[in-house]
């Protein structure tokens, strides 16, 4: 098969045909397929009916996976796991985040896959982080150059929501002791583009380390409200059976939160990356 690759926006984002992912792809489309995502920073596949098993073995190709410490699982693929609005409570997906960031190496990409939706509504967003590095005056970019900031599981994850149960509050202490607060650098490097991009994110960012609690709190607001700007970003309406794979380094995203009580499931593989720098 032969790949079209159709730019969406001019900040990221393209829809990617000519390939079947139930299917195993060669190394030539792997290639082709990472390469796409470098340039374009997120992927959309139409019409792909794909298992667990095939999702798993396809984001694979791309790097070991993570299994969550909070989500559920599909038992026998636990590498993908499941947000099911009729299970979970995924509020914390309706904020602008980058998944896991609140490991030592957060994620490299993830892979969605579209199972159950809702009539309308239930889009997802994507912003570059890479536009809206290259958007910062030189100054302000100079000033975040040096910085670091820290990245807290509890924030997405608050135990008044994932331990409200014995069961959930022994996962939930685990996952907290397993996960302790850690710094990133606001700036990150794209370790195979070279190219920079603003590494904070609403979802799990709570401070800037070298500054004030009051400087860091204005700065924060500052680049969070920045790194979503309308022409930073696109939004997916998505379809059944559609695949969306993101390079998780350099975007962030947002789940919107508008169908309920309608129900909505997801499948997601996620990525293992390496350490910022």
Do not use: C
Not at 76 to 92: G, I, N, S
Not at 244 to 249: G, V
């Amino acid at each position: 098969m032969s790949l079209t690759i159709t730019p969406l926006s001019p900040a990221l984002g393209a829809h990617i045909s000519g390939i079947d992912l139930s299917r195993e792809i060669s190394q030539e489309q792997r290639d082709a397929i990472e390469q796409a995502l470098l340039k374009h920073q997120v992927l959309f596949f139409r019409d792909q009916p794909i298992n667990p098993q095939q999702q798993a073995e396809f984001a694979a190709r791309f790097g070991d996976l993570h299994i969550h410490p909070i989500y559920p699982n599909v038992p026998e693929t636990p590498q993908v796991l499941v947000l099911d609005t009729a299970v979970t409570d995924v509020r914390d997906n309706a904020i602008w985040h980058t998944d896991v960031t609140f490991l030592p190496t957060p994620a490299l990409g993830a892979v969605l896959s579209a199972k159950q939706l809702p009539a309308y509504g239930g889009d997802t967003l994507w912003a570059s982080g890479i536009a809206a590095y290259e958007a910062l005056s030189a100054p302000l970019q100079l000033l975040l150059a040096g910085l670091t900031a820290t990245h807290d599981f509890t924030k997405s994850f608050p135990l008044e929501r994932f331990g409200t149960t014995p069961e959930d509050l022994a996962r939930w202490e685990a996952a907290r002791r397993n996960n302790p607060p850690l710094s990133h650098p606001v700036i990150r490097t794209h370790p195979v583009s070279g190219r920079k991009a603003l590494f904070v994110n609403d979802g799990f960012t709570t401070r800037i380390n070298e500054l004030s609690e009051a400087e860091s709190e204005a700065i924060l607001k500052l680049l969070f409200a920045h790194a979503t700007r309308p022409e930073f970003t696109i939004r997916w309406r998505w379809q059944e059976n559609d695949v969306a794979f993101w390079d998780n380094r350099v975007t962030q995203h947002y789940a919107v939160d508008d169908y309920r009580p309608t129900r909505r499931v997801m499948h997601r593989a996620t990525i293992l990356g390496d350490a910022p720098f």
